[in-house]
Nanobody, 118 residues
């Protein structure tokens, strides 16, 4: 069983920054594909960024150049640095652990709220 705990969300003004963290336990963290997703009210959950065990990264077009995903395998933690935040970034952000080569290996955190507003 994998447990994921997100932290770092909150209220920030447009143009501001936040750093989300996701601490993982219960598995060999270093081989997981880790991702950040978000879901705004009335919208589907969408991929924000993902990072493989080899630290290859992938970003949604809407956040490229503003968000950075990283991981620290010594701390079993994945981060999402969010800069130049916009009101449209407002959503609940979820951490995800995935192993595409294992059917059903797909775990989610409880989510953390990010609100961008003046």
């Amino acid at each position: 069983q994998v447990q994921l705990v997100e932290s770092g969300g909150g209220l920030v003004q447009p143009g501001g920054s936040l750093r989300l963290s996701c601490a993982a336990s219960g598995s060999i963290f270093s081989i997981n594909v880790m991702g950040w997703y978000r879901q705004a009210p009335g919208k589907q959950r969408e991929l924000v960024a993902a990072i493989t065990s080899g630290e290859t990264t992938n970003y949604a077009d809407s956040v490229k150049g503003r968000f950075t995903i990283s991981r620290d395998n010594t701390k079993n933690t994945v981060y999402l640095q969010m800069n130049s935040l916009k009101p449209e970034d407002t959503a609940v952000y979820y951490c995800n652990a995935h192993r595409p080569w294992i059917t059903g290996y797909d775990y989610w955190g409880q989510g953390t709220q990010v609100t961008v507003s003046s």
